[in-house]
């Protein structure tokens, strides 16, 4: 899932983030609400996890132009305050949950999940093509009776390209999305990456769910896709 945390202390936002990385998660930064916005509005996210108090727009006038601009993102609001206002200011602008510090990144995960479970449903997480089935809350790739073992990386492309069947995404698009940070564009680590999925996959079913396009990048089969 791909993640937006806008928070302002270091620190945190360094540990959450790793925290985040570790289990999967792709996550972008920024310390600034204003800069946490334009993020939220132009890049596609499963979840903006937002910290009251930071520069620039606050968390909660973040919240109030999300929700006023029509955009549905989940997000959970991370505060320092226990004023039982601050918790209902931010849910009546229309947060999906909150989380006070000091906390676990593992509750944090959890309230991830649940949270886009709970908004999303399940069978938006659910992603087919043909044999091939992702589960995006349980992490799972199965073919037919068979389960595909794919590291972090290789699922997170996976999904990125199932969860846009038929739409071409150049490799700089793909390191942005599923790397999270930039890369020499000259880099074949993208190839690199789908070679190996495609080895992975493509002998369970006798397909070839993910075609090049000669010049510009990759893409999944429209075909096939469906969740």
Known sequence: MNVLLVEDEAKIASFVAQGLQEQGFV??????????????????????????????????????????????????LITARNELDDRLA??????????????????????????????????????????????????????GSQRVELTAREFNLLEYLMRSPGRVFTRTQILEHVWGYDFNPSTNVVDVAIQRLRKKLDPLAAAHWIESVRGVGYRFRAAEASG
Do not use: W
Not at 46 to 54: A, E, H, T
């Open 27 to 76: 996550v972008d930064t920024c310390a600034n609400g204003s800069e946490g916005y334009a993020l939220a509005t132009d890049r596609t996210y499963d979840v903006v996890l937002l910290d009251i108090m930071v520069p620039g727009l606050d968390g909660l006038a973040v919240l109030k132009a999300l929700r006023g601009a029509g955009h549905a993102v989940p997000v959970i």
């Open 90 to 143: 931010g849910l009546n602008l229309g947060a999906d949950d909150y989380i006070a510090k000091p906390f676990y990144v593992e509750e944090l995960v959890a309230r991830v999940h649940a949270v886009v479970r709970r908004t999303s449903g399940d069978r938006q997480n659910i992603l087919t093509a043909g044999p091939l089935r992702l589960d995006r809350i349980t992490r799972d790739v199965t073919c």
